[in-house]
């Protein structure tokens, strides 16, 4: 592997991807015409819709990954992985959240990562086109993009489960002892979202959501989220408490005493 | 009661409405600092988070009104009903979907309705500042005012509960047999989104959503409703398929056999 490199020039390349893949996706959203059902068009119950934008996209960004930073490999949800020559490698989800895309929804988001030799996120952006919201964070900082300027963001200051907003994509998805640990979170919080996939994680960023946690995701769901939660001042473990796989189950909060209380709960139902 | 009166000047005057309620809530939306909770500090499972920002938004609309339709009564969440001398009402929801609110998320809506001497709600705007979408409905029309223009909406052409996406705002607030009703749309439909409010019926009236069923509703949450998703040319009736009260129980459809395909379960959980 190579020694790390300096990732600014990284941070202005990852929005420029974000822009490709907006670009790739904006005439497809709210006007879905291929809508593909990854599980078999008999499983209604599994359904996983994909679009022709996702994959638009995720080639955009896979273009000019191959024109401005040949050496970096590239692992996303639509096409093969690429080799890495630098160490560095690119996780691209262009739309995170298809299920409120083909809703009409402005909670999807498009994920982009770069995590280092070591494995690391080190670069994460959680991009919302609709609202105009992109979250950008690095070791060390996050900021909030939108039309109208550019913020730095922080975690809430929320010390109790009990005051807590919290957030899940999906309660049915969980498996039994996930269940009944998301159970007790829910009946201690003060308010549970669901359907937001990665736009809870950049709430938590920007302190108006306190806690999210999530099981079965996978590395581009997880890589980007890192990055920007961490650089918002925010945890990201596994639900042990341990530094997060990249994929599996993740919790995100605002702060050490709000992940200690929700871990009692999550720790029965770690992998 | 008066003679009906031209709907053109409210539907102008509505817009207007939607425009002060937001000069009102924009300075709060994710700089929380009043969040009270009516029922009670202690009860964290009923919170029910309301803010300056739907105060002041109320008012601001009840002023206009009052300066405006002296004669028309006024029917809001935050403060008693004032009288009507012209028979027509309008109906106000500052913040519809406060949790979404607190938790700094882009789907909460402004409601506001007019509702004719005869009961029936003849225009509706479901407003949502934050992504600049403004739903209007009257009696034979539906549009979608953004930014950058103003269109026609109309809901899908969904015939198939199965093939349909679904929405309801907490699957834990039902009744047992509301549940059950519940779980049965679930299990029949291709995708189901939780957490939306008022949001989902506008995304029927737009065509990403199909179905939407809730209950529990106040008055000024149903009234805004029901001309945005008739005048999009989808249905709305309670959960015998009659037509719906200002409250309880209501069920939106984009067509007649999706309506159908529900109500074989809605009616019997029906009140």
Redesign the interface.
């Known amino acids: 592997m190579t020694q790390s490199r300096s990732l600014e020039p990284d941070l202005v390349f990852a929005a420029r991807l974000a822009d490709a893949a907006w670009a790739a996706i904006r005439v497809h959203f709210?006007q879905?015409d291929g809508v593909d059902d990854k599980s078999g068009a008999g499983d209604?119950?599994a359904?996983d819709?994909v679009t022709e934008a996702d994959r638009a996209a995720e080639a955009a960004m896979r273009d000019l990954v191959a024109a401005e930073r040949p050496g970096d490999g590239v692992t996303g949800e639509e096409f093969d992985d690429t080799p890495s020559s630098t160490g560095y490698r690119w996780y691209f989800d262009p739309i995170d959240g298809t299920?409120?895309f083909?809703?009409?929804?402005?909670?999807w988001t498009t994920l982009i990562a770069l995590v280092d030799p070591d494995g690391v996120p080190v670069i994460g952006v959680i991009d919302q086109p609709?609202?105009g919201e992109r979250y950008l964070g690095w070791p060390g900082g996050a900021r909030l993009d939108t039309h109208t300027g550019s913020h730095p963001i922080r975690v809430s200051d929320c010390e109790d489960l009990?005051r807590a907003?919290i957030?899940t994509t999906d309660?049915?998805i969980f498996t039994p002892s996930e269940q009944g640990a998301w159970n007790h979170l829910?009946?201690?919080?003060?308010?549970t979202?669901?359907?937001?996939d990665a736009?809870g994680y950049a709430?938590v960023a920007?302190?108006?959501?306190d806690l999210v946690a999530e099981s079965g995701l996978k590395s581009w769901d997880v890589a980007a989220l890192i990055p920007v939660v961490r650089g918002a001042g925010g945890l990201a473990t596994d639900w042990r408490g341990n530094t997060p796989k990249l994929g599996g189950q993740i919790v995100c909060t605002s702060s050490q005493a709000v992940l200690d209380q929700a871990l009692l709960a999550l720790k029965r139902a770690a992998d």
């Open positions: 709210r879905l209604t119950a359904f819709p299920r409120a083909v809703a009409g929804l402005p909670v609709v609202v009990r907003t957030a309660p049915f829910r009946a201690t919080a003060r308010i979202r669901y359907g937001l736009y709430r920007a302190g108006t959501i």
